[in-house]
């Protein structure tokens, strides 16, 4: 086992790898499976699973422990830019998750000002679905316990959108990235930047 977790953090949550399969992608992640011993297509990134098919060079648990730890292991994933799913491919963790927090910024951006106890309760039963729904399972593990901790804000949209940005930086933390200044939250996805280029 390398001393440092690989950054999709999902040790505890992820069944094993069934006989023969790889433990490590190869950026140097670990591969999620799930409970059918199938790779996850939404838990892992392009890379990763084209590796499991044997389209990509996956990497040996002492290779990975050999490597200088988990940021190596993004890095190589981040930089590496040859995997690119085609538009019409099941999306990997990553363009998921794109997708997934630019379809949850946009709804914090239109949620109203002064929302009403049912705009409120739809908001609320919608995040509380959402992270039983998710597709990626040990993200959605990971928000179940989130939420937990930080109760969700729908008091309106200010409240709502930096409740999102302080949860989407919690991923942003576990995935050792840059965290994002919610005070800007709103430029970035309601309004544009002020330098005007997104007008
Ligand atoms: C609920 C949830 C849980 C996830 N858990 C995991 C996980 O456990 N493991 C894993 O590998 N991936 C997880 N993901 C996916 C991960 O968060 C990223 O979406 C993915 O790694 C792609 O990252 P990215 O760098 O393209 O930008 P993303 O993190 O997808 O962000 C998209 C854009 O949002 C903006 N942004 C960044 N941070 C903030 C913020 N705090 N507030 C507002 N805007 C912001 C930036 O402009 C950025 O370009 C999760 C996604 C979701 C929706």
């Known amino acids: 086992m390398p001393e440092t977790e690989p ?3 999902n040790t505890a949550k992820s069944t094993l790898p069934p006989a023969g399969m790889p433990v490590f992608g190869a950026s140097g992640r670990k591969i999620v499976y799930d409970e059918n ?3 996850c297509r939404a838990c892992n990134t392009l890379l990763d699973f084209q590796s499991i098919a044997g389209k990509k060079k996956s990497v040996s648990s002492s290779t990975f422990a050999a ?4 940021v190596a292991g993004a890095a190589v994933s981040a930089a ?3 995997s ?3 538009d019409d491919c099941p999306p990997d963790v990553e363009q998921l998750g794109r997708s997934t927090w630019t379809l ?3 709804i914090a951006a239109t949620y109203p000002e002064m929302p ?5 309760n739809n908001l609320m039963n919608f995040m509380t679905s959402f992270s039983h729904l998710y597709p990626c ?3 959605a593990d990971d928000f179940r316990d989130y939420i937990k901790k930080e109760k969700i804000n729908v008091t309106n949209r200010d409240e709502f959108g930096k409740w999102l940005c302080n949860a989407h930086n919690s991923v942003n933390v576990k995935l050792g990235k840059p965290t994002f200044d919610c005070n800007l939250w709103k430029e970035r996805w309601k309004d544009g930047w002020k330098d005007g280029r997104c007008d």
């Open 7 to 9: 950054l999709n953090s």
């Open 37 to 39: 011993g199938k790779p």
């Open 67 to 70: 490597s200088s730890g988990a």
């Open 80 to 82: 590496s830019g040859f």
């Open 84 to 86: 690119t799913i085609p």
């Open 104 to 106: 949850l910024h946009s």
């Open 116 to 120: 009403t106890k049912d705009q409120q």
């Open 137 to 139: 399972f040990y993200c």
